[in-house]
């Protein structure tokens, strides 16, 4: 049979295995069938087209076996000395091997006797993969050749010939018809060109084919890219987060994409990255394109929300939508406070309406400094839709008085050209019950070209603090809601980091009021508490969570983390629930500020 000439026989010192041709010169086998390459010759003989007589082959990659019978990575990537000419293997979705009814998967393997090959018939016991790692195997019929020594190697194909897996072991125990195989996706893993080979739904092969093309391209011409980044990038706000310890290499975050994350578009904007980054085109000028690209890069739907002057409970509240640099008045009504959210869920739906359909949108509530605090990201999509702001759109906040201020607007321009090369930033961290004196932290802000301040507390419980970081300005600020409980440090309720109701620390006019959350003067290293400061580990888990995340990407990297703690098993408990994101590009935000006119609705 044409269609079975890929199948190899492969000897290495007093090794035999099998093996599969998958490209005119390349073969899969297992590594502990060629783990003695660096002493003995590898040859490889086709079968089914023994006029190719025997062939000379060498390692070209490995996927880190070990050495143990149960160390992952027993794959070895054989290249032979010159191109054949067979057609070679064919692959199936890895999904197909467990698909119900569970199929027949046939493996042909060289077991003592029998180096002309000879055939076993199993099946998978399920799609559950054995240590992450690898699909059991079991007799199709209870009888017949086992899986034994011989097999290593082996495809395992579906009737039709298209292959699933690799045999990797078999059952020690005696009268057992059991076996294991290396999955394609796990395959994949250790080998990451094998993903332009496989079939994958929802992607498109010929997308596929580009990725890998370009991998190898930036392989050859020695292109460096952060794989991490590149994955960050990729994945957006509903990817999975940055596998513990990452990428060690493009082809690894390019395979991770392929095969983990559910959204197809990822890969297609994996490749769009990797495409930049090998045809480079040419220079841009260095100021004006960026800050066009900046700001039409988000399409804004902005809630601005300010005293209305006809009581201390009324406010005005205006909300907009911007499309091509222009701002789009939707609606501005005085209410009272209790009202302003109903009015907001109705109207974020009706300016969504006038964004562009291809835009991105942006939620920005823009708040009197004494509202920063508010749980906008809390408030429910509508009456008939639960689900909150925050894990519907990117939604940030930003202070009513630098949204307004020329100075500051074009501070934060500038620090934001700065902030384009797309490099992460560090957080600069105010911790719990600081001591640093405000001049000081002002200082170490400006020295350090700070792009992201995190708090453990809100800015009610550090005024002064957060003041600086407003003004300095720090494009982006970012804390806990509540902060950190009086308890936890052994003090009175109403003097701690973070419990005081924000609310009450402002006048009307966001003035101080006299003795309202005063500096704190715990030293939290001579009053040990029996329990983590929660502010403490907030700002642990934030520097960890952005780390590689350019600040142009916050709003929608907030927002996957957002949806992560609403999703969690006890979400109140989740550090990222009472995220507050304060982030001011002004270039968003074009036209020139205006106060907010009367009420015409």
Partial sequence: MNSAAWHARIHCGQE?????????????TCAHVVHWSDQDPVTVVFPHARELG???????????????????????????EREVPLVPARFAPPERAYTEPYPKLVAYGFPAGYDEGTLAEYRAVSGQLIAG???????????????????????????????????????????????????????????????????TPGHDTDVLRELYALLRRAAGAGR???????????????????????????????????????????????????????????PAPRAAPRASAAATAWAPVVVEIDHSGA????????????????????????????????????????????????????????????????????????????????????????????????RLRRRLHKKWQQLDAGLPVEVHRVECGSQERPPSLRKRLWDGDAGLAGFAVPPAAAREHFEVGLNVPVPVLVWSRTGCPAAVHGEEP??????????????????????????HTTVLAEAPSPSPCPGTVFLDQLTAAVAGVPPAELPRHILSLRMTADAADEPDRHWARDLQLLWDDPRCFPEPAASLHSPVD
């Fill in 16 to 28: 035999v295995g099998a093996g599969f041709l998958v490209t005119p010169r390349r073969v899969l």
């Fill in 54 to 80: 025997e062939l000379s082959a060498s390692v070209v990659a490995h996927g880190g076996w070990a050495g143990g019978p149960t160390d992952p990575g027993d794959l070895a990537v054989l290249e032979l």
């Fill in 133 to 199: 790692e690898w699909l059991e195997l079991v007799s199709w019929q209870g009888h017949g050749q086992p899986i034994e020594a011989g097999f290593s190697g082996a495809a395992a194909t579906l009737p039709d010939g298209r292959v699933v897996g690799m045999v990797t072991a078999a059952s020690d125990a005696p009268n057992v018809l059991k076996g294991r195989m290396l999955p394609l996706d796990v395959l994949a893993r250790y080998w990451p060109e094998l993903g332009s080979l496989v079939p």
């Fill in 224 to 282: 460096e890219c952060d794989p991490n980044r590149m994955y960050v990038d990729a994945v957006g706000a509903f990817g999975p987060p940055l596998p513990e310890g990452g990428f060690p290499t493009l082809g690894a975050a390019a395979a991770y994409v392929q095969w983990e994350v559910p959204d197809p578009a990822a890969v297609d904007r994996f490749a769009g990255r990797l495409r930049e980054l090998v045809d480079p085109g040419p």
């Fill in 311 to 406: 009581g201390p409970d009324q406010v005005t509240v205006e909300v907009s939508a911007y499309r091509d640099g222009q701002r789009r008045p939707v609606g501005t009504r005085r209410l009272p406070r209790t009202g302003v959210r109903a009015y907001v869920q109705r109207r974020i739906d009706e300016a969504v309406a006038h964004l562009d359909p291809d835009a991105e949108e942006l939620v920005t509530f823009v708040l009197p400094r004494e509202w920063l605090n508010e749980a906008v990201a809390h408030w429910e999509c509508g009456a008939d839709d639960s689900t909150p702001l925050g894990c519907a759109y990117p939604l940030v906040v930003t202070d009513r008085a630098r949204h307004r201020s020329g």
């Fill in 494 to 519: 109403g003097t701690g980091c973070g419990h005081e109701d924000p609310r009450l620390a402002w006048s009307e006019h966001g003035q101080r009021r006299a003795g309202a959350g005063r500096p």
